[in-house]
């Protein structure tokens, strides 16, 4: 990964943090984008001790806003000429209803138009990378899910774990749907694949919900893997030389595995896209 520059989200903890580590073990320049300053700040400090490699750095964004990925996108393109890894790890489960500034709910927002959002913004600098990796971190959750275009932000009756499943098929339908895309409009050294991590030890489940769902997270997390073991099929996807030019693909544990039925639907993948692009404020998606 040498001469290589990654994009990681949600990595100062977790899956992201472990990613990014072993990433810059391997000699890649590593961004990683977090929330807060100080805990970002206090991750880029022990990458840099535990590996060595002084090319760490960090931005700050709130995912849950567009604007601030708006402003994310200028200011990596201002400093980047260009993105060798984006990685769409950061996301969240909540246990109540919630909406964004931008009037969107708050998990679709973070764990799928987020993705959407940043990706596009990204694009002119994946296209300037010789072999650019798109990841985006789905979930096994996704089988039970289907999506509900009736009422996309489950206002009618909230359930939080239907709104993640929900948004991780969401991930997967426009992880396939960018892959058509990317080689329809002739960008095909640029690859988009997804990923479920598994049950992995971590306070994904702990934050921003009650005390139910952090009683179970928290026992239920106990049987997970540790974060850095969840984060060796990112890696995979980021690094492997055998790899190149594999798009459109769903991964489990560094192998490549069906997902379910409905997220090959090229119906819903459409419409979802295109509610996105409305979402998003957005005409076109490619220049």
Not at 100 to 127: C, G, S, Y
Not at 160 to 170: I, T, V
Request: aromatic share 8%; proline share 3%.
């Amino acid at each position: 990964m040498q001469g290589k520059t990654c994009i990681i989200t949600g990595a100062n903890a977790g899956l992201g943090y472990e990613t990014a580590l072993n990433l810059a073990s391997r000699g890649a320049t590593v961004i990683l984008v977090c929330r807060a300053a100080e805990k970002a700040e206090l991750a880029r400090q022990n990458i840099i001790d535990s590996t060595g490699n002084k090319g760490v750095h960090f931005e700050i964004a709130d995912l849950a806003s567009q604007r601030q990925i708006r402003d994310l996108g200028a200011r990596l393109q201002s400093k980047n000429k260009a993105i060798d890894v984006l990685i769409n790890n950061a996301g969240l489960v909540r246990s109540q209803m919630s909406l964004t500034e931008d009037q969107i709910e708050m998990v679709f927002a973070v764990n799928h138009l987020a993705p959407f959002l940043l990706t596009r913004q990204l694009l002119p600098l994946l296209k300037n990378a010789p072999d650019a990796r798109v990841v985006n971190v789905s979930s096994n959750n996704h089988f039970r899910a289907r999506m509900n275009f009736k009422d996309l932000f489950h206002q009618k009756d909230y359930n939080g774990l239907k709104a993640y499943g929900q948004s991780k098929l969401a991930n997967l339908l426009f992880t396939y749907e960018l892959s058509r895309r990317i080689k329809q409009a002739n960008h095909p050294h640029i690859t988009i694949n997804a990923l479920d991590p598994g049950l992995n030890n971590t306070n994904i489940g702990s934050k921003n919900t009650n005390w139910m769902y952090r009683l179970v997270w928290n026992f239920r997390k106990k049987q997970g893997m540790e974060p850095w073991k969840g984060a060796q099929t990112y890696v995979h996807l980021a690094a492997s030389p055998e790899l190149k030019g594999v798009s459109g693909t769903f991964w489990q544990r560094s192998k490549a595995v069906p997902s379910s039925d409905a997220s090959y639907r090229k119906d819903d993948a459409k419409r979802l896209w295109e509610l996105s692009l409305k979402m998003c404020k957005l005409d076109h998606y490619f220049a």
